[in-house]
């Protein structure tokens, strides 16, 4: 795993390899795994790293890349925007596990 990477294109793709193959979805009551049907709460997350990335010219085009590894032992990726388009409606649980330093 990088330290840094150019494109959020390139960090999934090199990250994948690496085994974080999931696609984790941001919902109310946690992460969706959808390709297995679950829901992994706050509790059951462990953040690995996160990689944010600003867009050059468009502000909409600011994402964060967490790295995730659940308690079950998935291991995949979540994006989500921050700034303006940040997600809203999570749990505090959720946002607390989310925050970057």
């Known amino acids: 795993m990088k330290n840094s990477y150019n494109t959020l294109t390139e960090a999934i793709r090199d990250l994948q390899e690496e085994g974080y193959t999931e696609d984790f979805n941001l919902i ?3 992460i969706e795994n959808k390709s297995k049907k679950k829901i ?8 690995v790293k ?5 867009g050059m010219t468009n502000p909409d085009d600011n994402n964060i890349l967490y790295v995730i590894e659940t308690s079950d032992g998935d291991k995949g990726t979540l994006v989500d925007a921050y700034g303006a388009n940040a997600t809203v409606d999570v749990s505090k649980e959720m946002i607390d596990k989310l925050k970057i330093y």
């Open 50 to 54: 996160f990689y944010r990335f600003e």
């Open 40 to 47: 992994h709460k706050a509790a059951n997350l462990n953040v």
């Open 28 to 30: 109310d009551a946690g």
